[in-house]
């Protein structure tokens, strides 16, 4: 995808605003847990709004609120927004469901909505259980991917994953991704963690960071992010307060 000038960032932050503002509405109606996540969170804090680069945004969701949400989604969305489910919606094998917005022919806009699920607790067992997520991620994800929306250098790569692609259903797909989702029960683990996962596929998080979430300001208005802010962003990003771009 091409770079967006500074203007054409802005035009789609302020698309991008509106609908997550839809999404805390039918959260905050529905009584769901969500938080904003990765660099929107990051944003948050550091910024009182977007990265000033950012051209999407990213929430968390708990597994057993994900279904919940779908339902209220199909009752109480806005004409212009469609939710693209994962392991359920035909030909779309992301690991993760997404509000997408329809009334643009110019950009690609989206909510993404990442599902923490149930992590080990033992740190090698962390490793080798985000690992495979990681690369189940990585893999199944390409299979609807345009070749015209990926760098040159990654070209080669993403055919080579795509043919491999051919060969494996879309429903086998949604089965192991669910797996990976439940191997650990969701109530009696102490870490969560989410099959996408930035910078680093090794991060799981103590459930007490998200144990409450604090609401706290973007774009004026207040949005939820986990108690344990703090410990997530360094973990995450290490000095977090220091822009690296």
């Not at 944003?43 to 977007?50: C, I, L, P, S």
């Amino acid at each position: 995808m091409r770079k967006l000038s500074p203007e054409e960032t802005k035009e789609v932050q302020d698309i991008l605003f509106g609908i997550m503002c839809t999404f805390k509405e039918i959260c905050d109606a529905e009584n769901l847990w969500y938080s904003l996540a990765f660099g929107t969170m990051l944003g948050a804090v550091r910024e009182n709004g977007f990265i000033s680069w950012d051209d999407d945004i990213d929430v968390y969701m708990m597994l057993p609120d994900r279904e919940k949400f779908r339902r209220a989604f199909e009752k109480r969305h806005p004409e212009g927004l469609v939710l693209m489910k994962c392991y359920q919606d035909r030909n779309y094998t992301k690991s993760h469901d997404k509000i997408c917005y329809t009334l643009s022919q110019k950009y690609n806009i989206q909510l993404d909505i990442y599902t923490l699920f149930g992590a080990p607790s033992d740190m090698r067992q962390q490793t080798g259980f985000r690992r495979r997520a990681h690369f189940a991620d990585h893999l199944f994800r390409a299979k609807y991917n345009k070749l015209r929306d990926s760098a040159p250098k990654n070209k080669p790569f993403l055919l080579f994953v795509k043919f491999v692609d051919l060969f494996i259903p879309d429903r086998l797909i949604s089965r192991i991704f669910a797996s990976i989702e439940s191997k650990y029960d969701f109530d009696k683990a102490d870490y969560l963690t989410s099959i996408v996962g930035a910078p680093t596929y090794r991060r799981c998080y103590h459930k007490r960071i998200f144990s409450e979430t604090v609401d706290h300001v973007f774009n004026g208005e207040m949005f939820r992010i986990p108690i344990g802010w703090d410990e997530y962003l360094t973990l995450t990003y290490g000095d977090y307060m220091t822009p690296r771009r």
